[in-house]
T-cell receptor, first 115, second 111 residues
């Protein structure tokens, strides 16, 4: 049973370009969470999605950031017109149920570097 | 929303000594408190968790205590080993899809 798969593991973009980060949850999990981790900092909640629905996006910047989890395929975190401050590790986690009273399973992260 | 504070930010111990990491939370509705370990270049992994109906839980060298009245919980690692070196995160959740993490503690175990 494969774990949470994230790709790419490393992504380099120039300022103004777009970054797309993908996350395939564990088999049987329909709930996906995205977190951002700045160097030497903790995990900051960004967005929580179920299949085809955004449930909570309170941690996601209102501009340039968007997320989706289509019926088929991986969840995608999209950052438009990237700036240097977007450089961070982005982690995806999945769970089998929407009520977080159990384990979150994390991927190994996508590390975005903006030049 | 929930706010989780974690101390210390860095901790260095000698192999064989104990390590203690403390967290406080703000939302009295929080009822689930997991601890995650993150090794370099990897994603966080759950190492132990505790629910609000329990005051203490132990798993081999790792234990977690919870004081709901004071809204704080702690991770205790005994007989530390070099492979325990990692970043540890506490988290709190009320079950409303609101899991929030502390800022992390970088633990170094010196051989």
């Amino acid at each position: 049973n494969a774990g949470v798969m994230q790709n790419p593991r490393h992504l380099v973009r120039r300022r103004g370009q777009e970054a797309r980060l993908r996350c395939s949850p564990m088999k049987g999990h329909s709930h996906v969470y995205w977190y951002r981790q700045l160097p030497e900092e903790g995990l900051k909640f960004m967005v929580y999605l179920q299949k085809e629905n955004i449930i909570d996006e309170s941690g996601m910047p209102k501009e340039r950031f968007s997320a989706e989890f289509p019926k088929e395929g991986p969840s995608i975190l999209r950052i438009q017109q990237v700036v240097r401050g977007d450089s961070a590790a982005y982690f995806c986690a999945s769970s089998p149920s929407g009520t977080i009273t159990g384990e979150l399973f994390f991927g190994e992260g996508s590390r975005l570097t903006v030049l | 929303g929930e706010n989780v504070e974690q101390h210390p930010s860095t901790l260095s111990v000698q192999e064989g000594d104990s390590a203690v990491i403390k967290c406080t939370y703000s939302d009295s509705a929080s009822n689930y408190f997991p601890w995650y370990k993150q090794e370099l270049g990897k994603g966080p992994q759950l190492i132990i968790d505790i629910r609000s109906n329990v005051g203490e839980k132990k798993d081999q060298r790792i234990a977690v205590t919870l004081n709901k009245t004071a809204k704080h919980f702690s991770l205790h690692i005994t007989e530390t080993q070099p492979e325990d070196s990692a970043v540890y995160f506490c988290a709190a959740s009320s079950g409303n899809n609101d899991m929030r993490f502390g800022a992390g503690t970088r633990l170094t175990v010196k051989p």
